[in-house]
Nanobody
Framework: QVQPVESGGGLVQAGDSLRLSCAAS????????MGWFRQAPGKEREFVAA????????YFADSVKGRFTISRDTAENTVYLQMNSLKPEDTAVYYC???????????????WGQGTQVTVSS
């Protein structure tokens, strides 16, 4: 099993950058695909970015393409979400997830973190 734990959220201004980290416990971390999702108040949880377990394949939501990047450090069992040019509409709780299937649906992921709040002020 893998237990993701997110960190790095906070309050920033529009245009700022923020890097989220997801530390995943478990010896099999390197064999899991990792995804980031977010949920704004009153909205459904939505896909943000994902990376395959080999690190070569990545997916991004259209709303974050060109602004967000995803990377992983297998030696540190950590996945990162670098968020640049943040907008107020990026405000949400961001969740890290691990799964055996790489995809953009939350149903592809089996293990979820508790989330970290990102607030972008205008």
């Amino acid at each position: 099993q893998v237990q993701p734990v997110e960190s790095g959220g906070g309050l920033v201004q529009a245009g700022d950058s923020l890097r989220l980290s997801c530390a995943a416990s478990g010896r099999t971390f390197s064999s899991y695909n990792m995804g980031w999702f977010r949920q704004a108040p009153g909205k459904e949880r939505e896909f943000v970015a994902a990376m395959g377990w080999r690190g070569g394949t990545t997916y991004f939501a259209d709303s974050v393409k060109g602004r967000f990047t995803i990377s992983r450090d297998t030696a540190e069992n950590t996945v990162y979400l670098q968020m640049n040019s943040l907008k107020p509409e990026d405000t949400a709780v961001y969740y890290c997830a691990a799964g055996r299937v790489l995809g953009v649906s939350r149903h592809h992921y089996d293990y979820w973190g508790q989330g970290t709040q990102v607030t972008v002020s205008s």
